[in-house]
């Protein structure tokens, strides 16, 4: 199938160029209090309807409302309304998400932290009872450990069972074949099939279908199987360890259920598609068989030493369609070397990847490191200093119905992703990433062109996303993204961002740093340490289209580069951006439309855009062009532009 996935550029261009706005001195504070940032924004604009997203003429616009936006929509996640409703409220829960997030160790406390964010139900079962019935020789505690995570192992199939129990055998037949191309590579031909008014109905259909189907799917029984499995996993660990060495480099035990491998401390390589892999030390290759049983759940337990994952099929290490999937590596410098939809990647099911110790690299494709669609794919790395590469759709992202998240609580990290899926969009060697805290989700459609010249995007349906979120704890960072990347959301979806700590360095192109776009939320921040965010266009808190972008740097001497319409700029219809920075010596550049400024339609000027900048302090420069024309007590760029800076001056 080829997908016309992103975005047209025409719906971009439809903002009317505005000439300079004159720009007011506005009179910001009262008293000596200062009010949060947050207020602060709520004072300049008490009418707390034109602060939200909801209810200003959103779905207007749309022929056919009732077909493309059932009411209420299954795939809507509350937590995405409730931050379309809320902007304001978002840089707050999500930074409060985040410290208890980097507090876990284990991933159900991950899962636990997340809860503004998740689907409720789900629940850690206790039971199993299914036995090995013939187990090598162990200590006494080790055997016991691996017939409970067995046992657990048995059940959690069972609840996957009866998770997808209401399809038929075609239905997921039809789901395994399909869902794969939720997210796909745009194929040759894609943009200029796009330009003629060409769909790719077929495709539309396609992914139709499946979200129909998934609507059959017990999803928190599924949630259930793998809470319970991690859970168990976790309990075990201790158990598992007083096996010092084990002499026989590999044991298969087969079972009803499917073989369990116990691989010895001596290290080696070795093709796994069992039920249940522990790894008794040494160092290991782990490799993926090419074409993998379906298997509903896959259990993978290292003890230590110095790993190497290696996929050579999807879903595999830590990943799962119509299913669970666990991968626990309790020590060692590990290299997980993933592919397309792998490490820690649920689709239609859970993949979970849990790294407790060492400085480790993760390598994949599309639709890896932290990925969730109609699941949760979650990467929690517990220490170390750790490079994350992929390509696309990757790093904490997620789409219908899904939860995606890296947690990574400590360490100098870096954080890359790109050229993999060129933007044939907007302009040659820029790549697509949506990555590190991002979301997209799909509005189908065609470009009508009018007199050879491309004007509107004629939607023919659509499905809401999901929320993707990286969190890192301590140390200094380095994010690199391109074309939407770093707290950055498309169509319905929630994208986060947050650091806690550190100097920390962002760099992306167009769409990133806090940044949403068409009905979606996307938000920064930033909690501490020298900074610098380098983007070029609609980026560092900026909104568009219905949408809120959010840049909050909370201290430190930061520096912010952008070409234009960033540095809290709203855009469009009902855009909200907002850059907050709480303190520290802080340079700004933006050449163009930043710093507080609303961009509006020309033909819907009553859903007009706002941008909210505010520097609490320090003594800051500017480079652009509004840079002459602040003024202490605040400015004003048009109607809907606000600004402050309470530094030195
Ligand atoms: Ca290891
Ligand atoms: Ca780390
Ligand atoms: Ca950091
Ligand atoms: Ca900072």
């Known amino acids: 199938m080829s997908a016309f996935r992103l975005p047209p550029p025409v719906y971009d261009l439809h903002v009317r160029i505005i000439p300079l706005l004159a720009l007011l001195p506005l009179i910001a504070f009262a008293g000596d209090e200062k009010p949060e940032p947050f207020e602060q924004i709520r004072t300049w604009v008490p009418d707390a309807k034109e602060l939200t997203i909801k209810d200003r003429g959103l779905l207007r616009g749309h022929d056919d409302r009732k077909a493309f936006f059932p009411d209420p929509d299954p795939w809507m996640m509350p937590a995405v309304r409730r931050a379309l409703d ?69 059940l959690a199939e069972q609840f996957v069972t009866g998770a997808l129990k209401e399809l038929t055998e075609e239905e997921r037949a039809f789901l395994r074949a399909n869902l794969t191309q939720w ?61 010092k060495d084990l002499k026989p480099n590999r044991t298969v035990i087969e079972t009803p259920h499917g073989p369990v491998v116990l691989r010895g401390s001596k290290g080696g390589g070795g093709t796994e598609d069992a039920l249940l892999v522990i790894d008794f030390g040494g160092d290991d290759e782990f490799t993926s068989a090419k074409k993998p049983e379906p298997r509903p759940v896959r259990i993978v337990i290292d003890l230590g030493g110095d790993d190497i994952y290696l996929s050579q099929s999807e879903f595999s290490w830590g990943s799962a369609l119509l299913g669970v999937s666990l991968l626990v590596d309790a020590g060692g410098d590990d290299d997980y070397r993933g592919g397309d939809w792998s490490i820690a990647c649920g689709l239609a099911g859970h993949g979970v990847v849990w790294d407790l110790e060492g400085n480790d690299r993760y390598m994949g494709g599309l639709c890896t490191q932290g990925v969730g669609v109609f699941g949760t794919g979650m ?40 050229r993999d899926e060129e933007d044939i969009w907007r302009r040659a060697n820029t790549w697509i990433t949506f990555a590190q805290g ?73 769409y990133g740093q806090g940044v949403g776009t068409h009905a ?13 965010y380098h983007s070029r266009n609609t980026s560092q808190g900026c909104g568009h289209d219905f949408s809120a972008g959010i840049l909050v740097d909370r201290g430190g001497n930061d520096i912010y580069r952008a070409a234009t319409l960033s540095q809290g700029a709203g855009n469009a219809a009902s855009g909200i951006g907002i850059l907050i920075d709480e303190g520290g010596d802080d340079s700004y550049r933006c050449g163009n439309h930043g710093w507080g400024i609303g961009r509006p339609l020309k033909d819907r000027p009553e859903l007009a855009p706002y941008g909210f900048f505010i520097d609490r302090g320090g003594k800051n420069t500017y480079e652009g062009n509004f840079a002459a024309r602040r003024t202490r007590a605040g400015w004003k760029q048009g109607e809907r532009g606000f600004g402050s800076d309470e530094g030195e001056k």
């Open 379 to 418: 990467l929690l790395d517990c220490d170390g200093n750790d490079d994350y590469h992929a390509g696309v759709y990757a790093q904490g992202f997620a789409g219908t119905g899904g939860i995606g998240v890296i947690v990574d609580r400590t360490g100098d990290d870096e954080y890359i992703a790109g």
């Open 520 to 532: 979606a939320v996307g938000c920064v921040v930033d909690a501490g340490g020298d900074d610098r």
């Open 86 to 154: 809320k902007p304001l409220d978002v840089a707050g829960e999500a930074e409060s998400t985040a410290r208890a997030a980097v507090a876990a160790t284990a991933p159900w406390d991950v899962w636990r932290a997340l809860k503004p964010y998740k689907l409720d139900g789900g629940m850690a079962a206790l039971g199993g009872n299914a036995q090995i019935e013939k187990l090598p020789d162990l200590h006494p505690e080790t055997a016991s450990a691996i017939q409970q995570i067995y046992s657990m192992a048995v």
């Open 438 to 510: 991002s979301s997209y989700s799909h509005r189908f459609g065609y470009i009508v062109t009018e007199e050879g010249k491309p004007r509107k995007w004629k939607m023919t349906g659509q499905l809401a996303g999901g929320i993707g979120l990286l969190i890192d704890g301590g140390g200094d960072d380095r994010y690199h993204a391109d074309v939407f990347g770093q707290g950055a959301a498309y169509w319905y979806s929630l994208g986060l961002l947050v650091d806690l700590e550190g100097d920390d360095a962002y760099r992306t192109t167009w």
């Open 183 to 243: 997210f796909q590579r745009n194929q040759p031909g894609d943009k200029e099939r796009a330009m003629k008014g060409e769909e790719d109905e077929e495709g539309r259909k396609t992914l139709m279908r499946c979200a129909e189907l998934m609507r059959k799917v017990d999803r928190e029984l599924l949630r259930t199987a793998s809470y319970s499995l991690a859970v168990r996993v976790k309990l075990m660990l201790p158990m598992l360890r007083k096996q």
